[in-house]
């Protein structure tokens, strides 16, 4: 059986970090695409980094860029979210989520989900 677990979230004030960690069992993430979203009170759910399964990495959320930084450790079957530098617009539940195929390109369609962390930023 496959399962995400995100963890990492909590309460952090404007401009400080945070790293998300998604912890993966029941397939390898070797050559899977993986990616965080995350969804605000109120608002879709929206893609905020992605990587391929060839390692391609992708911010489809401009605000994120230049802040949050994605990365992977395959042996330990674990992918990470660095976020720095946070604003109060970042505050969503973050989730992680990938695919039964390989070699995605970017973006999951999301096979499988976690069930997310919830990030706050407020002073």
């Known amino acids: 059986q496959v399962s995400l677990v995100e963890s990492g979230g909590g309460l952090v004030q404007p401009g400080g970090s945070l790293r998300l960690s998604c912890a993966i069992s029941?397939?390898?993430?070797?050559?899977?695409?993986i990616g965080w979203f995350r969804q605000a009170p109120g608002k879709e759910r929206e893609r905020v980094s992605c990587m391929g399964g060839s390692g391609i990495i992708t911010y489809p959320t401009d605000s994120v860029r230049g802040r949050f930084t994605i990365s992977r450790d395959n042996g330990k079957n674990t992918v990470y979210l660095q976020m720095n530098n946070l604003k109060p617009e970042d505050t969503a539940v973050y989730y992680c989520?990938?695919?039964?195929?390989?070699?995605?390109?970017?973006?999951?369609?999301?096979?499988?989900w976690g069930l997310g962390t919830r990030v706050t930023v407020s002073a």
């Open positions: 029941g397939f390898t993430l070797d050559r899977r695409a």
């Open positions: 989520a990938t695919d039964r195929a390989l070699w995605g390109i970017s973006c999951p369609s999301g096979d499988y």
